[in-house]
């Protein structure tokens, strides 16, 4: 019963999307309907799984004093603080003007900004500190960096600009990204590809049943 | 005086400092600063002569601190903001072919627009959407906004209102529900696009502030993709345009051009190869040049001068730290 | 006209407060973070609830009326009941808070992974393998031989690199003699792929950072003309 079922649903879900590309008329077309509007809400459920999650490991720091738990006072009031506003302006909770909006603008936009902003100072200070030209390969990465960073700034082009039309360095970034790179991240592309389609088909098939945990 | 003291004396120092200068904003007395060429050129020379001594420094064994390098980069990027150098931006094959398509549509043609990012990759992607937007209404576009990220259909708007600010594009009188529509966000990623692909409003049956698909004049005759002309989306990852080429373009044979942050970018090049993408916007640089093919240069070209500086910052450390290592730091294991 | 200049305050506030981290962890870095979390967190758990909850399953099972061309309240669309299915699998996947009836949740993880693999199995096949092996395997020198020498150069190049790059991740054969050849001009490719990606990755990250020293430098302290 509890390795049983979940095993049929993957498997009899999985064969209906395997099928529904091929034959897209009745049922098959219908259960992908069916399934696909199932698929939105149970995401949206596990989503407000997450956050009722991190709720709760929040209340269980404060309950037993952890260090650091005026911090998880924080995260709860602030979850509270926008969920309690959002569902009282109703579903037009993001018209502009609205007090949700106010807080997407001037508090979750600057903080998410900023957090992602940060890693340019580390991604400096770790090429200065270990990108080293140590062999052939790392040559190969270090100059192929080195063309793509100049030629897709304006500045490459000016510095360049002495070279004929079709060999400067805006043209050399072009020429790497759209055949060297193209070549190399097509391989990767297809190597993942076989990968997830190997992986797909054992799942499918109830070889593979590790999400379903223990016991 | 203990650390934790003066460390808190600078921030407050900063803070007065900065409301200052706020209120010399505000009040009026204090006007914006810009540098002429000569002042940026003296700025740019003593920038390479203190990179010199940074390079000399760490010949002789001694790397300077990550706080250093910090400085640099902000330095790097902040500085060129106040410069007035124009710089000229040549056009790259992939955002020149996804001009092109937009060029073959017909004035009138209803686009889908579909927002799949946050705020933080803003800088790159909302030049991108307020240059499309512009493009669009320039060419009387029905414009229908989506989103596969819960914040996309708020940057969306907040790209429309940007866009209305300009007296040109006000003076459109762009009707919400019959020119455009924001038809909000949905979970489900790619499953949405699939079942978009037979009936859109399965997946939207509201728009972002509540109203009924069938009250919207928009997307009245707007069943699924083969009555939308044009998929643009705007992608920082997943779901994204990987989704959008696998499931509309594969599946639904959907015309779709992409502007992507520079770091997917160059993972969706096999598609353009292929011709599942018609073309590619690739981060900031997208945005400036696709700005300079629209004739409407904004965010995107006043930020390239920044990203030139930081650019060079970046590579000219990379040489430095290179350099060192070759002329001795080998020895003295250097390199970390 | 306050609350604009106190918007602003706040996010310059907020900004200012990540930043500190560069100089170290901090009890405002510490500050600004939690915020950030409980706000990000609580902004999908309001959207899902309008977008999904209501805009989807609620509307989609209780389907609103609107006053037509006649003035008859009509209903926007038939009533889809089949969603209650969806529903009552998104609260088997909540059950896992519940520990003693936690496996119910199972139920919902099957459904989720079973679709993830069907749909992906056929999605990444045809247009993360087939459209690209097609792609790769073509007349290099054009249809009727009019290629340009950089498109003849750029399809041997595509060609060989893709070919070689596959090579190097196949590990059921030692990387010896001409195979062993063929895997290193495979890394030599991806290591211009990986550089390639790296300058971009650079370039993203300086992008981001000039959006918020731009907000502190112009929307904040109007230093910038």
Known sequence: MRREIPLIITGLVGIVFVVQYFIPHWPFNRMNAWFSDWFSIVQACAIWLGA?????????????????????????????????????????????????????????????????????????????????????????????????????VPVGDALTAFMPEGWRLTDLATWIMNFPQTAGQRAIMIGIALGIVSTSLRIILGIERSHLGGD | ????????????????????????????WMKGVTFSPAVSMIVIILLAASLAVILVLTIRGRLVGRRTVFVYVGIAVALPLFMSISQYIPISPEVRTLHDGLEDLQDGSKVLVSFDYDPPSAPELQPMAESFFRYCMDRDFKIVIMGLWPQGPLQANQAMEKVLEDPKYAAKNYQYGVDWVNLGFQTGNEFVIQRMGTDFRSMFATDYSGANYETLPIVKNVKNFSNVDYVFNLSAGYPGTVEWVQVAVDRYGVKLGAGNTAVQAPQCYPYLRSGQLIGILGGMNGAAEFEKLTGHEAKGTKFMLSQSFSHMIVIAFIIIGNVAFFMGGRKKNLSV | MFWEHFAVWVAAFLTLGIYSFLYKDNPWYKLCESIFVGISAGYWFVTLFWDNIYGKFWVGVFPPTHVNELGESVRTAQPDYWLLVGAVLGLLMLLRLVPKIGWLSRWSLAFIVGATAGFYLINYFSSNVMRQVQDTIMPLFGSGFDASAYVIIGNIVVAVGTFTGLIYFFFSKEHRGAFGFSAKVGIFFLMVTFGASFGYTVMSRMSLLIGRIDFLLSDWLGLIR
């Open chain 1, 52 to 152: 009722l999650n991190l709720l709760k490991i929040s209340l269980e720091k404060i309950a037993r004093r952890k260090s650091d738990w005026g911090y998880a006072v924080v995260i709860i009031a602030s979850f509270l603080l926008i969920t309690i506003i959002g569902f009282v302006e109703g579903e037009s909770f993001r018209d502009p003007g609205t007090r949700f909006t106010w807080l997407y603008d001037f508090v979750y936009t600057p903080l998410s900004s900023t957090m992602f902003a940060i890693l340019a100072f580390f991604v400096a200070s770790a090429s200065y500190r270990a990108f080293r030209a140590r062999n052939f390969e790392a040559t190969l990465l270090l100059l192929a960096a080195f063309f793509v960073m100049m030629g897709r």
């Open chain 2, 1 to 28: 005086m203990s650390t934790r003291i003066k460390e808190i004396l600078v921030v407050a120092l900063v803070l007065v400092f900065c409301a200052i200068i706020y209120i010399g904003k505000v009040s009026g």
